[in-house]
């Protein structure tokens, strides 16, 4: 353990295309020492690393450290935080609470309570080296868009949250079971392609509710989470299932979820999975399909925008229009966010 004061540690791998800074720092640790903690214990004595969500709250100091120690550019290294999606997919990334999209871990001293690690178990098949991606931890991504499977989130055999940080991406810490022979389910083609899209406006920033009306990114995806959390757990969620898959298709069977936790980030993939199915079919035509189905199902504006802080002017708007009978003021201001 000598080799870890010098300039390079004995082993130095990088970041892989879209890697996740807990898994890059995973890889890292256990290249180098048996286990992870007695790894960063010596290197960050004073550090908490593995007792909380270090994608959360990776601090420059770690970034640094890490960049330096294994020849890795330092905005290479600082591209595995989810901050880069700041300004884009939530306004800011909360470090000790919970950010918008971004899957929980319930961290609780080492263990993890929630399953806020997902992964693809196609892509660990055929990774040179298995790693988790950026855009696993985001509630809106439910299958891989690269093998169109389901994501999985937890070990097939025990149940347990992955912990990559333990024994390797690949193995359960719990049952020590291969995470790589996760069963496979093939994804919904609707669903596949809109979250493909969403993946891509979450890399590149460019979003449009209309054809050719551009859309702040925050403003997209908070419409978005809104829509989702509408067909998921509203008083008529229920009911706007149906009509969406009797005029449109996609599976309107209830998702599970906790019942005191009524936000995407809770639910489970498959069922997440039907849900974004459910929401790509009423974007097309935007605002009328949903303006249909809310309307057919009686669910008007005030519930629509129930609770949505801020209310996004494209939604707002429409539903106000043609869901309240409420005439509209002026426009006045950016009508983009």
């Known amino acids: 353990m000598s080799g870890l004061t010098g300039k390079l540690w004995p082993s130095h791998p990088k970041p892989q295309q879209d890697e996740l800074l807990s898994s890059w720092l995973s890889r890292v640790a256990l290249s180098n020492a048996p286990r992870a903690h007695t790894f960063c214990h010596l290197v960050w004595p004073n550090k908490q690393i593995w007792t909380r969500d270090i994608d959360l709250c990776g601090d420059e100091a770690l970034i640094t450290s890490l960049s330096q120690h294994t020849a890795t550019s330092l905005d290479k290294a600082r591209s595995t935080k989810l901050e880069v999606f700041e300004g884009i997919v939530f306004e800011k990334l909360i470090q000790n609470g919970r950010t918008r999209w971004i899957m929980p871990t319930g961290v609780f001293h080492r263990e993890r309570t929630r399953f806020g690690l997902q992964w693809c178990p196609l892509c660990f098949q055929s990774d040179d080296v298995s790693y988790f991606r950026k855009h696993w931890r985001f509630a809106f991504v439910s299958c891989c868009p690269r093998h169109g499977v389901i994501l999985a989130d937890r070990c097939h055999n025990c149940g347990s949250p992955v912990l990559p940080f333990n024994r390797g991406p690949n193995i359960c810490h719990l049952c020590g079971i291969d995470l790589r022979d996760y069963p496979v389910v093939i994804g919904e083609s609707v669903a596949l392609q809109f979250e493909y899209c969403l993946i891509k406006r979450a890399y590149d920033g460019h979003t449009c509710l209309a054809p050719y009306e551009p859309i702040y990114p925050i403003a997209y995806f908070d419409i978005i989470r809104r829509l989702?959390?509408?067909?998921?757990?509203?008083?008529?969620?229920?009911?706007?299932?149906?009509?969406?898959?009797?005029?449109?298709?996609?599976?309107?069977?209830?998702?599970?979820?906790?019942?005191?936790?009524?936000?995407?980030?809770?639910?489970?993939?498959?069922?997440?999975?039907?849900?974004?199915?459910?929401?790509?079919?009423?974007?097309?035509?935007?605002?009328?399909?949903?303006?249909?189905?809310?309307?057919?199902?009686?669910?008007?504006?005030?519930?629509?925008?129930?609770?949505?802080?801020?209310?996004?002017?494209?939604?707002?708007?429409?539903?106000?229009?043609?869901?309240?009978?409420?005439?509209?003021?002026?426009?006045?201001?950016?009508?983009?966010?």
Not at 250 to 268: K, L, Q
Not at 314 to 323: D, F, R
Request: hydrophobic content about 35%.
């Open 228 to 337: 989702v959390q509408l067909i998921a757990f509203s008083n008529h969620a229920q009911q706007l299932r149906e009509i969406i898959a009797r005029r449109y298709g996609g599976d309107p069977s209830p998702p599970v979820y906790d019942p005191d936790r009524h936000d995407i980030e809770f639910i489970p993939p498959k069922d997440r999975h039907k849900l974004m199915g459910l929401v790509a079919r009423i974007l097309p035509g935007w605002p009328f399909r949903l303006i249909g189905v809310c309307s057919e199902a009686e669910v008007w504006s005030s519930q629509i925008l129930k609770d949505m802080k801020p209310v996004r002017y494209h939604l707002w708007e429409p539903t106000k229009q043609y869901l309240s009978g409420i005439a509209l003021p002026r426009r006045t201001g950016n009508k983009n966010i």
